[in-house]
């Protein structure tokens, strides 16, 4: 190891503590992190409280309604009667999931997904009583009623039907539900009637969705970036979310749908028929993510205003969502939707902005789908897909790799040249060197335009592997799950910016990159790492850097990464062993003297043309000033 080596290493080492210093936060900031974590320690005592006080109460109504009737009658007016009785459970099933809904209140109290199970092989529980709260606010003559508050009584009951029902004098209000074979889409149907005289008619009915969002995956902070509270504007195709990070809100109005998100799975609420949610104020906090013994990773609420009156006889059409974010999945929603009700189900899976997004949905994903009917390790699913995609990309590496072999068959030249010229001459070298490229019509941006030309797809994998939930619990070598990092030792304590276990298939990433970098630098040498020599360390730098951003995520994605530095690394060797310097050079020298005998200029010719043009102007300039 020469000194210019251990002066590099040593800075790189320099950087790294430097950035572990500057990220490291200040007294004010830990005082104020402290006092956040004070403050939503206080909330939530607060929402303890008022749970219990709420819980005093309803014990308090069950007592009056059942003691005696007439005085709940004169509490409650019509809908006293309601306020007494006893909850039973009806079950609706399918052999995708199993929904709980309590004769008292009326709506869905446990919904669990058959299918799926937690990164602990536990029964994945979507939400339960515990964690989630949907209340209706009706505004009676005698103040507000709640309908977690009533008893209903169930009719109609088979394995996917229930229609629950709550009189209030003559009328009633009832929650009429059905679940489709083979589906995660529960329809709710909400009927009013004769209630006028029990309600003021002048207010909208208030939807009060509160949910905590339970961790189901092995990494907490992993599965705290991608949970978001969603929703859709009625009659538009975007998707909007409230902020993954800290505490976020928003006032927003005519809603299609929202949708409490995790990282795999979600609860959405839809509007149907042509109905909308007329108004609602969304909020998100984050819980302590970092923590992997936290047993909650958000809280979501929503405060809202339907778009029906209650004191109005007619039925509104809702559905619940409460399955997987699934691509493909949530995409066949909209088969047979046009119009304003399309719903862009889909969006609610990050694949990346703008092009990247694209490039998940028309290549990346489609080609996914076709491997799984004919493979199911996805393992090796992963492979072929990443040769698959290496053979796309193959015309613009080899594009990219042609215009640097021509700037290396160019080096003995221009190396001859410089000497000519004073070391110290910097710009007076550069110039010489671009003076042989023009001269052979060789352009040094070659290279970079085909790989920039790449870039959308490598992007899109980025992407997409942490959001594919299809490798969600499948095991791979020593991967016992793909979806999550593949820790091979647990240190039991966190080391900054890096974590605190080993993912091996990142390890490997890493390895392979630098062993790629140096394999790379020699292959392809120009002679620009003799000019710029920090350049050289800097190259070394990023994939010691990936080693710190790619170990909490998925292993997947590192092993797609690891398999396609492997493919790189041997396509760079054939294209090296299969293209002949010699005759590269002679071809080059063919071409600039056929260019020069037809007059024909490229674009490098023509932009030192320009460039000479425009330092004789200036020159003039400046005789004529003088």
């Not at 104020?32 to 929402?47: G, I, L, P, Y």
């Not at 007439?70 to 459970?89: L, P, Q, R």
């Not at 990159?513 to 790379?520: A, P, V």
Request: glycine fraction near 6%; hydrophobic fraction near 40%.
């Amino acid at each position: 190891m020469d000194k210019q080596q251990k002066i590099g290493i040593a800075l790189i080492f320099l950087v790294l503590i430097g950035f572990s210093f500057w990220n490291t936060p200040s007294k004010e900031e830990i005082e104020a992190r402290k006092r956040a974590a004070d403050s939503v320690a206080a909330v939530e005592k607060q929402k303890q409280i008022n749970e219990v006080e709420k819980q005093a109460s309803l014990r308090a109504a069950d007592s009056i309604a059942k003691a005696d009737p007439k005085a709940a009658v004169e509490k409650y007016g019509s809908f006293g009667a309601a306020m007494g009785g006893v909850s039973t459970d009806v079950i609706l099933e399918n052999n995708l999931v199993k929904i709980e809904i309590p004769s008292k209140g009326g709506v869905p109290a446990k919904v669990t997904l058959k299918e799926y199970t937690t990164y602990e092989k536990q029964p994945l529980v979507l939400f339960d009583k515990n964690t989630q709260r949907f209340n209706l606010e009706l505004a009676s003559v005698n103040g507000i009623v709640n309908t977690e508050d009533l008893y209903f009584t169930p009719s109609n009951v088979t394995a996917s039907t229930v229609t629950l029902t709550a009189k209030a004098g003559d009328g009633f209000i009832s929650f009429d539900y059905k679940l489709p074979a083979d589906s995660y889409m529960l329809n709710f149907d909400i009927t009013t009637n004769n209630l006028k005289s029990a309600l003021r008619s002048s207010e909208t009915t208030r939807l009060l969705w509160n949910s905590k969002i339970t961790r189901k995956e092995k990494s907490s902070t992993f599965e705290s970036r991608y949970a978001e509270l969603g929703y859709k504007f009625f009659g538009e195709n975007t998707v909007d979310n409230l902020s993954a990070t800290g505490e976020d809100e928003e006032d927003v109005s005519n809603l299609h749908w929202v949708a409490f998100k995790d990282q795999y799975f979600s609860a959405v609420l839809i509007a149907d028929g042509g109905g909308r949610i007329a108004s609602a104020k969304l909020k998100s906090v984050e819980a302590n993510g970092n923590d992997h013994r936290s047993e909650f990773i958000k809280s979501y609420s929503a405060d809202a205003k339907l778009g029906f009156n209650a004191a109005e006889n007619q039925t509104s059409r809702y559905r619940f969502f409460y399955g997987p974010n699934k691509y493909k999945l949530l995409c066949s929603y909209d088969d047979d939707t046009k119009g304003d009700e399309v719903l862009k189900l889909n969006k609610l899976i990050p694949l990346g902005w703008a092009v990247f997004r694209w490039v998940n949905q028309l290549i990346v994903i489609p080609l996914f789908n076709l491997l799984e009917n004919f493979i199911s390790n996805y393992g090796l699913l992963i492979f072929l897909l990443t040769v698959i995609i290496k053979l796309i990309l193959f015309p613009f590496s080899y594009k990219s790799y042609l215009s640097t072999a021509k700037m290396r068959v160019l080096k003995p030249e221009i190396e001859r040249l410089q000497a000519e010229i004073p070391a110290d001459n910097t710009m007076e070298r550069q110039q010489v060197s671009m003076k042989v490229y023009q001269k052979a019509g060789v352009n040094p941006m070659g290279g970079c335009l085909p790989m920039l030309l790449s870039m959308p797809i490598l992007i899109a994998m980025f992407t997409f592997f942490p959001t594919a939930i299809e490798l969600r619990g499948h095991s791979f070598l020593w991967a016992d799950d793909l979806s999550a990092y593949d820790s091979i030792l647990d240190f039991g304590f966190n080391i900054p910016f890096y974590g605190d276990h080993v993912s091996l298939f990142c390890l490997l990433m890493t390895v392979v990159n630098i062993i790629y970098t140096k394999f790379n630098m020699q292959m392809t040498d120009t002679g620009a790492q003799q000019q710029m020599p920090m350049m050289k360390y800097m190259m070394y730098f990023m994939p010691v850097m990936f080693l710190f951003i790619f170990n909490d995520y998925a292993s997947g994605l590192t092993y797609y990464y690891f398999v396609s530095l492997l493919l790189t690394i041997i396509q760079t060797v054939a294209m090296r062993y299969t293209i002949d310097d010699e005759k590269l050079l002679q071809k080059i020298n063919e071409k600039a003297e056929k260019n020069k005998a037809s007059n024909k200029k490229g674009w490098m010719q023509r932009l030192a043309e320009m460039q000479e043009e425009q330092k004789k102007m200036l020159e003039q300039q400046r005789k004529n000033k003088q």
